[in-house]
C-alpha cells in the first residue's frame, strides 16, 4: 500500500535538495585536492570516477531510506536544485576555507616533520664526519697509491718512446 502524503513528498524534495549541496561539497573536496595535488589527466580521471561512484552510493542511499527506494523525478530536480544552490552560495567561500585550512595544516605538517627529523639529521651529520674521520688514512693511502700507479705509467710511456 503506497501512502502519500504532501508532507513526506516536501521531506523526500528537501532531502534531496540537501544531498545534491552535499554531492557539491564532496566535489569541492576533490576539486581543492585536485589543485594542491597538481594532479595530471590519468588522476583527475580517477578521481572523478570516485567521485560518481561516492555520489551514486549517497544517492541510492538517501533514495532507500527517505522514500523506500523510490525513484520520482522531482528527486533529481531537488539534488540538482541543491547543487545549484550551493555552488552559487557556498561553494566560493567553502573553496577559499578548504584551500586556507590545506595550507594551514600543510605548514603545521611541515614544521612537526622538521621536528622529527632533525635528531635525524643531526645523528647523520655526527655519523658522517666520523665516518670520514675513520677513512681518511685509507684515502690518502688511496691517492698515494694513484700518484705512484700514474707517475709509472708515465715513466713508462717514456721509455717506451725513446726506443
Known sequence: MMDFSVSKEAFVFVSCVLCGGVLFFIYDLFRVIRQKAGSG????HIQDGVFWVVAFVIMFYLIFTVNRGTMRF????????????????LSPWVLKIL???????SKIFKVFLKILLTPLFFAY???????????????????????RLTENVKRTGRMIKKK
Not at 99 to 105: K, V
Request: proline share 2%.
Open 125 to 147: 651529520n655526527i655519523l658522517y664526519r666520523y665516518i670520514c674521520l675513520l677513512f681518511r688514512p685509507f684515502l690518502k693511502i688511496g691517492r698515494f697509491l694513484l700518484r
Open 74 to 89: 522531482y528527486e533529481i530536480l531537488g539534488a540538482a536544485l541543491g547543487a545549484l544552490l550551493y555552488g552559487i552560495t
Open 41 to 44: 589527466r590519468a588522476l583527475t
Open 99 to 105: 584551500n586556507n585550512l590545506i595550507d594551514f595544516f
